[in-house]
């Protein structure tokens, strides 16, 4: 079986809102971003938490 990921960010949607909503549907095991060493980008951290505006719920992804 094979899933697609359609993505259509014309409606303004940023990496950093992609990113949450991605994560809020993995477990903390699969939140492991340590295959992005491989690409040499430097010292990262990426931190996750809730995240609430005008009575929305979501998952905040903070890349530093």
Request: aromatic share 6%; no cysteine.
């Amino acid at each position: 079986m094979t899933l697609t990921l359609w993505i259509d960010p014309s409606f303004g949607a940023s990496g950093d809102m992609l990113l949450g909503a991605i994560g809020a549907h993995l477990t903390d095991d699969q939140r492991d971003l340590s295959v992005l060493d491989a690409l040499d980008l430097g010292d990262y951290s990426v931190t996750w938490g809730a995240a609430t505006r005008n009575g929305l719920s979501s998952t905040r992804a903070t890349v530093s």
